[in-house]
C-alpha cells in the first residue's frame, strides 16, 4: 500500500474526527471561534449536522477508503474535491463579505492546501502505477 498516501487519508480523518466530536458535543464553540453570537435552536442544530455529523462521517469514508489500496485514490479525490470546494467558498465569502481577522484567509489557505497535496499524491500514486505497470516483462 502506498505508505505516504495511507497517512494523508488517515491523518485528514483524525482531523476531521476531532473537530466533529468538538462540535456534537460543544456546538456553541463554533460561534466564539470564528464570532457569530446566534444560537437558536437551529443554528446549533445546523453545526451539529454539519460540523459535527458531515465532518466524522468524511472522516470515517477517509479510514474506509485507506483500508483497501483500490479505494485510496477515490479517498484522495473526494480530499481534493471537499477541500477545494470549501477553500474556494470561503474565498469567494473573503471576497464578499470581507474578515475581521486573519483566521478566514489563514484556513482559506489551508484548506486549498491540502486540497492540492491530496490531488498530489493522488497523480504521484497514479505515476507509481504506470512505472510499475512499464517495467513488467510481457
Do not use: C
Request: hydrophobic share 55%.
Amino acid at each position: 500500500m502506498p505508505k505516504k498516501q495511507v497517512i494523508f487519508l488517515r491523518v485528514s480523518a483524525f482531523i476531521l474526527s476531532v473537530y466533529a466530536v468538538i462540535f456534537l458535543i460543544n456546538p456553541q464553540l463554533l460561534g466564539r471561534l470564528v464570532g457569530f453570537t446566534h444560537h437558536s435552536p437551529n443554528t446549533l442544530v445546523e453545526v451539529t449536522a454539519f460540523y459535527g455529523g458531515l465532518e466524522l462521517g468524511l472522516a470515517v469514508f477517509l479510514v474506509w477508503a485507506s483500508n483497501a489500496y483500490d479505494r485510496i485514490n477515490m479517498g484522495l479525490k473526494m480530499l481534493f474535491i471537499v477541500f477545494l470546494a470549501a477553500g474556494l467558498a470561503r474565498l469567494l465569502g473573503i471576497i464578499r463579505f470581507g474578515f475581521e481577522d486573519p483566521s478566514q484567509p489563514i484556513v482559506t489557505g489551508l484548506e486549498i492546501g491540502w486540497a492540492f497535496i491530496a490531488n498530489w499524491l493522488t497523480i504521484k500514486m497514479i505515476d507509481q502505477e504506470h512505472a510499475a505497470e512499464a517495467s513488467t516483462p510481457r
